[in-house]
C-alpha cells in the first residue's frame, strides 16, 4: 500500500499596502532583506504561533524565504494549516575594521605611539554580541557584550599603545552570535 505524502501548507497572500518589506524575521526589528509593492501575490508557507507574520517565498529571490506582516497582507484561504516556523538565527553579517592611523613613520625616540581601533558591526536581527580585540603581540582584551535590540550597525572601538616598529595586526574575534574574525594590518617604521 502506498501512502501519500501529505503537501505542506501554502495560502495566496495579496498586499494590501503600497509597500512592504519583507524581512529576515518575524518582527521590525529584522533587517528588510526585501522590498514588495501592492497587489503582488504571494505564497505564504509558514507562519510565526501568533499568526502576526507570514513565513514567504521570496518573490525577489528564488529559493530564499522572507517574513511579510499580517497586518499588510489578505490571506487568499485559511492560515491554520500553515506550519509555525521557528525564529531565525541572528548572525553578524558585516564588520568594517579600522585602525587610525593606519601607517605610523616616527622618529625612533618618540615611542609609545597611541592607534585607535573602530569597529562597525552589522547584524540582520537581535543579537547579543559578543567579542574581543586580539593583538599581535600576543595581547588579547578581555571578552565584551553588546545588546543588538534590532537590526543594524553598531561602532565598537578600542585604544592600544605601540612600542616599538613592526609590521603590526589587530583583529575583531567575534565569539556571538555567530564566530567571525576580521583583520586589518597596520605597519610602524621610525627613522633615526
Same mark, same amino acid.
Given at each position: ?90 548572525? &553578524?553579517?558585516?564588520?568594517?575594521? /579600522? #585602525? !587610525?592611523?593606519?601607517?605610523?613613520? *616616527?622618529? @625612533?625616540? %618618540? ?62 574575534? &567575534?565569539?556571538?552570535?555567530?564566530? /567571525? #574574525? !576580521?583583520?586589518?594590518?597596520?605597519? *610602524?617604521? @621610525?627613522? %633615526?
Amino acid at each position: 500500500t502506498i501512502i501519500p505524502l501529505s503537501t505542506p501548507a501554502r495560502v495566496t497572500l495579496l498586499i494590501k499596502t503600497e509597500l512592504i518589506n519583507c524581512r529576515f524575521g518575524p518582527g521590525t526589528v529584522y533587517q528588510s532583506v526585501n522590498k514588495l509593492r501592492e497587489g503582488q501575490s504571494l505564497q505564504a508557507v509558514g507562519r510565526n504561533a501568533a499568526s502576526t507574520w507570514w513565513y514567504i517565498r521570496d518573490p525577489g529571490n528564488p529559493g530564499d524565504f522572507c517574513w511579510v506582516s499580517a497586518t499588510v497582507t489578505e490571506p487568499q484561504g485559511e492560515t491554520d494549516p500553515l506550519a509555525v516556523i521557528q525564529l531565525p538565527f541572528v548572525t &553578524v553579517t558585516n564588520i568594517k575594521l /579600522r #585602525v !587610525e592611523p593606519n601607517r605610523i613613520t *616616527v622618529n @625612533c625616540d %618618540q615611542f609609545p605611539q597611541t592607534v585607535f581601533f573602530e569597529a562597525q558591526v552589522t547584524t540582520n536581527g537581535p543579537a547579543l554580541f559578543t567579542w574581543r580585540w586580539e593583538i599581535s603581540t600576543g595581547v588579547s582584551s578581555d571578552d565584551d557584550t553588546l545588546i543588538f535590540e534590532e537590526a543594524g550597525t553598531q561602532t565598537i572601538n578600542e585604544v592600544y599603545q605601540i612600542n616599538a616598529p613592526n609590521e603590526y595586526w589587530v583583529k575583531l574575534h &567575534v565569539l556571538t552570535p555567530n564566530e /567571525r #574574525v !576580521e583583520q586589518v594590518n597596520f605597519p *610602524v617604521s @621610525c627613522t %633615526q
